[in-house]
């Protein structure tokens, strides 16, 4: 299927590895022009260089920290009038509630919920005028189903979730949809970090807790992160111009809700 990407301009945030450089693939897949962000150069850089041989695509690369002012700014230079806005981060670290600062809860704050409405309120007007855009925010399965150890994240994602709500009904008439992609179990740092996490907490080996962990997944197995970028993809497509404000749940079947 050709998704009418072709031409078309995408930020992709956190991208030099994870689920934000399989989304950046995917779109470069499609003939966009990606622009892709993270913190480390270096790890960037080669990131950018693997999807441009990959793809042949043009790929942009701005290695700034995006939670600040500075590094949105350094960010919009170079794609100042994008039509696809993923927006992603690192989630806060897992631990126990009682143990959070209130800094660490505006850190986690800063980057799970502010920092993905500043950037919309950069780009979303620009959309609106040229009649086309897409809006990704990569939160959590945990939106959903909160997980306990992840708390931060619980909070800061669902907030956004619910700032999207409202918002995406009142672009949808201007052909620019918000959505989200929920993540499950994807093979990603992260996951691997919070597995290590679990395992040492319930003093289990770290293989033998990971290969169970998978196992018990309805798909018997964890995701990767080219599913979930071909996804996002999608959710970019011209095609999906009429879905809006929905959160598109990625876990293999983990969550046993009908709705």
């Known amino acids: ?6 031409g078309r301009k995408a930020i992709v945030c956190a991208s030099s590895k994870g689920l934000g450089r399989a989304c950046a693939m995917s779109l470069a897949r499609e003939g966009v022009a990606v622009t892709v962000n ?3 150069a270096e790890t960037l850089e080669a990131t950018a260089q693997e ?3 990959e793809t042949g695509a043009t790929v942009t690369a701005v290695a700034c920290d995006v939670t600040t ?4 700014d350094q960010l919009l230079s170079a794609c100042p009038d994008p039509d696809i806005l993923v ?6 670290p897992p631990g126990n509630f009682r143990d959070w600062s209130r800094e660490d809860w505006m850190k986690g704050v800063t980057a799970n919920m502010l920092t993905p409405i500043e950037l919309m309120k950069a780009t979303v007007d ?12 990569i939160t959590s399965g945990s939106t ?25 009904r009142e672009t949808v008439r201007h ?5 989200c992609l929920l993540p499950g179990p994807f093979v990603t740092d992260r996951l691997t970090g919070n597995m290590r996490f679990r395992a040492e907490k319930a003093g289990a080996d770290y293989d033998a807790f990971f290969a169970k962990m998978a196992a018990q997944n309805p798909s018997g197995r964890f995701g990767q992160p080219e599913e979930f970028g071909d996804a996002c993809a999608f959710l970019c497509s011209a095609q999906m111009g009429f879905v809006t404000g929905q959160h598109f749940l990625m876990d293999g079947g983990v969550f046993r809700g009908t709705f």
Do not use: Y
């Not at 620009?126 to 925010?137: C, L, P, S, T």
């Not at 992840?150 to 994602?157: E, K, T, Y």
């Not at 052909?175 to 959505?179: A, C, F, L, P, S």
């Open 144 to 168: 959903k189903s909160p997980i306990p150890e992840l708390g931060m994240s619980n909070g800061a994602r669902t907030g956004l979730a619910g700032f999207v709500a409202g918002l995406s």
């Open 175 to 179: 052909n620019v949809t918000i959505n």
């Open 87 to 92: 927006n992603n981060a690192g989630g806060p």
């Open 38 to 40: 993270a913190r480390t």
């Open 126 to 137: 620009g959309m609106i005028e040229r009649k086309f855009g897409r809006i990704v925010n």
């Open 1 to 6: 299927m050709d998704l009418g990407l072709s």
């Open 51 to 53: 999807i441009r041989d």
């Open 69 to 72: 002012p500075e590094g949105q």
